[in-house]
């Protein structure tokens, strides 16, 4: 009898919702967990492993050592965009294919950004807080150069699903749209312009493409300088793409009127970071695309696609050019 598919799920997706994903498979698949949440557990159950589900917080990172240890390992599936936690070169060169759950989040993370943007343009936290604290800062308000949304031009970098559905999302309400990404996309709903173009003339700058050794650094305070003055910054992306201190500087020269966050270069932000005191910075702790509807779209393609897997039917998203038809390690 042909043993088992042995399915490695790290945390933090809970062990429940794993065993009941994959109860279907009955005794072709089993599922199992590290003993506990750091990395000589899950050095010890890698060995043992045909198919790694990763940590989507990128605590349990799958780096070199990790892909050695994973012997068996034929697949892996990261239930999350970025797969930057990974030793994506390693993987490949053992043939191992790599999948991502592209596009799970793409209208949660969008609708962020542009409720951001609103929040942005009307200072709307910065009010909030005001009130809270006793004030009543109608005129105040004024002084902090709020606008209209449809009167800005949005700028997008990263044109992959959720770049191109905030572009849609954006130019529904009036605004006029352009992107730059590495390659073109024909028939897009915005207008192409190169990235120094793009920033010098985005009122809002929306910054959503992965973290890569190409992007680390590319909206450093080179480029935000080219920024038109009293410009809105959205960072959907990861921090190290506009790194903190890059930010900072802008928002203190007046390049960047405020900024909405959702990543930053170290993550859970530190205590004591210069952002967590600044009014003009909306903070969010990376939890744009949490939304209910992006936990069941996550939930059901690492489903569907470890199902394949087992069962030798191709996966979808692979990202690291390796055949999508998982074959078995013994």
Known sequence: MTAPWRILSLPPIGEEIMRGLFAPLGETAEVVFPQARDRSCLLAELPGADIVIGDFTGRLALDAEAVAAARRVSFVQMPAVGTDSIDVAALTARNVP?????????????????????ALCRNL??????????????????????????????????????????????????????????????????????????????????????????????????????LPDKALLVNVARGGIAPDDAV????????????????????????????????????????????????????SMVRDNVTAAVLGRDVQNVVNGVNPQVKRRR
């Open 125 to 226: 936290a910065w009010g909030d807080r005001a009130v809270r604290a006793g004030e009543w800062p109608q005129m105040e308000m004024a002084g902090r150069f709020p606008r209209e949304i449809h009167t800005q031009r949005v700028g997008i970098v990263g044109f992959g699903a959720i770049g191109s559905e905030a572009a849609r999302l954006f130019a529904a309400l009036g605004c006029a749209v352009s992107y730059w990404t590495r390659r073109r996309r024909p028939g897009a709903a915005a207008t192409y312009r190169e990235l120094d173009d793009l920033v010098s003339t985005s009122d809002i700058l929306v910054l959503a493409l992965p973290l890569t050794d190409e992007t680390r650094g590319l909206i450093g305070p080179e480029r935000l300088a080219l």
């Open 248 to 299: 900072l500087a802008a928002l203190d020269s007046g390049r960047l009127a405020s900024a909405a966050l959702d990543v930053y270069d170290e993550e859970p932000l530190p205590a004591g970071h210069p952002l967590r005191a600044r009014e003009d910075v909306l903070l969010s702790p990376h939890t744009a695309g949490a939304s209910a509807q992006s936990q069941v779209n996550l939930i």
């Open 98 to 118: 790599l999948a991502n759950a592209a596009g799970f989040n793409a209208r949660g993370v969008a609708e962020w950004t542009v409720g951001a943007a609103f």
